[in-house]
């Protein structure tokens, strides 16, 4: 699956973007929150993944979700500090969006730290709600915000989505 935009393509990630994925993990996340490459491999080689690399020459974001029967989780989204705010972690989220309703989701649930405010804000505009909070999910008073996009074979992405833009 691919979804080519100006300056940037997306395409399912294989088992060789691996190191990619892994430079993109610890640019965008502090030590203490970034996944290991076992963790990435399991989004790469696991039942029912949708893992999708965004490039713009090199890779500069990165997706994972798991459908299960008919709800789709959102397990991981970054996108490398240097090509934020161009548009790239919304068609990220986009495009896997269409890709988990293709394999048959209804909804879409994901876990986000309480005061992300990029995150939040990137995924309420795309549609999420808010559905529970978790104390303490990734730690001592890290809490958890779980959000849900309920319908997911009526969404659309926001007709004011912004474009991606050309950096090169
Ligand atoms: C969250 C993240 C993926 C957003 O990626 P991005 O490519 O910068 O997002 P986009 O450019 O597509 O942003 C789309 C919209 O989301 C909102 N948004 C994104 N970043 C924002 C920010 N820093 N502040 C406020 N709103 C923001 C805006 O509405 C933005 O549209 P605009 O730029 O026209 O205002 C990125 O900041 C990131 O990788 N963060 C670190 C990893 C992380 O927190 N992942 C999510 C874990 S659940």
Redesign the pocket.
Known sequence: MSADRPGVSIAAARRDDLPGIMGLEVA??TPSEQWSERSWQGELLGDGRTTLLARRHVPV?VIALQTVADVAD?H??????R??????????VVAGLTAVRHAGARSVM????WD????I???Q?LGFEQLTARDDYYGPGRHALILRLWDLPAWSPPDHA?PTKETA
């Open positions: 965008g996340f974001g959102l991981r989204l970054v996108v490398s500090p090509h934020r705010r161009q548009g790239v972690g919304a068609a990220l994901l876990e986000v730290a992300n405010d990029p995150a804000a990137l995924y505009w912004p």
